[in-house]
C-alpha cells in the first residue's frame, strides 16, 4: 500500500482555479508512488482529523490567497489578499498534526507562508514594496508566462540540495519558476534558509531544523516542471512517508 498524502483543497471560493492546480499536486504525488487524499475545506475539524488519521504525510499547495497578517502582528497591507478563513483553518489542523506526530511535510509558495506563520515566522506582504528599489531585479509574480524565472542558491549543506543532487563550496544554483507576491521575512521556529534568489536575496527555500522530521518548504511550484528536480521533491516526500509509516 502507498503512502497516504493529504492535500488540502488550495481555495475554498475559487473551485475554477481549485479544480485547475489541486489535480498537478496529485499527478506529482502518484507519480512518486505515493496516493493523493483530497482533503475538503467544508469539514468541521473533527471531521478533518478523521479524515488525515490514516495519512503519512502532508504536502500544503499555493493558493491564490494570503495568509492573514494579523496572525502575524502586523497591518494589512493594500496588496495583500483577501484570506481564505476554510483554507487557513485546514492546514492549521494539518500542521498542528505533523508537527505533533512528526509527519512529513512539503509546502510549496503559499504553503511555505502558511508554515513559516504557523511556526511564528513573518511574511514580506508585497516583494514589489518591500525591497529596496535597488533590489527589485526579479519578476516574482510572472507566473506562467515565463517557465524559468530566476535561479535559487542553495545551502549546499541542506537536505534539499540534497534532494536535489547539488553541490559546490558556495551552494548550488536550480532554475525554477515563480509565481508569488509575498515571501517569508522572519524565519519561523525551528526552520531555517535554505535557498535564496541571488538576485534580490529573497528566501526561496525553508527546512525543518529537527534531524527525524521531514519539513521542506519551497517558494516556487515543483508540480509544474517536469525536470529531474522537481521529481525528486516529490520523491523525497514520498520515500519520508513511507519510512514514517514504517
Not at 485546514?90 to 498542528?96: G, Y
Not at 509565481?179 to 527555500?205: F, M, Y
Request: glycine share 6%; charged share 25%.
Amino acid at each position: 500500500m502507498p503512502p497516504r498524502i493529504a492535500i488540502p483543497v488550495p481555495h475554498s471560493g475559487d473551485s475554477d482555479y481549485a479544480e485547475r492546480s489541486l489535480p498537478q499536486y496529485e499527478r506529482a504525488v502518484e507519480a512518486a508512488g505515493g496516493e493523493a487524499v483530497r482533503i475538503p475545506l467544508d469539514r468541521t475539524p473533527a471531521e478533518v482529523k478523521q479524515m488525515i488519521e490514516r495519512c503519512d504525510a502532508v504536502l500544503l499547495p499555493g493558493s491564490r490567497a494570503d495568509v492573514d497578517p494579523a496572525q502575524y502582528a502586523a497591518v494589512r497591507h493594500p496588496k495583500t489578499e483577501e484570506t481564505d478563513v476554510k483554507r487557513n483553518a485546514v492546514d492549521e489542523i494539518l500542521l498542528q498534526d505533523a508537527y505533533e506526530k512528526r509527519k512529513p511535510i512539503l509546502a510549496i509558495c503559499y504553503g511555505l507562508q502558511i508554515l513559516n506563520v504557523h511556526r511564528a515566522g513573518t511574511l514580506i506582504q508585497d516583494i514589489q514594496d518591500g525591497l529596496p528599489p535597488g533590489k527589485l531585479a526579479v519578476n516574482h509574480e510572472v507566473g506562467r508566462k515565463m517557465p524559468i524565472a530566476h535561479s535559487v542558491r542553495l545551502d549546499p549543506d541542506s537536505r534539499l540540495a540534497g534532494i536535489v543532487n547539488t553541490s559546490g563550496a558556495n551552494g548550488a544554483e536550480i532554475p525554477v519558476n515563480s509565481s508569488h507576491h509575498q515571501a517569508a521575512d522572519k524565519v519561523g521556529k525551528g526552520l531555517r534558509v535554505v535557498g535564496r534568489c541571488p538576485d534580490d536575496d529573497i528566501i526561496e527555500a525553508l527546512e525543518g531544523t529537527t534531524p527525524d522530521h521531514f519539513v521542506v518548504a519551497v517558494q516556487w511550484h515543483p508540480e509544474r516542471s517536469t525536470d529531474e528536480s522537481s521529481r525528486a521533491i516529490f520523491r523525497a516526500l514520498v520515500d519520508a512517508a513511507s519510512a514514517k509509516r514504517k
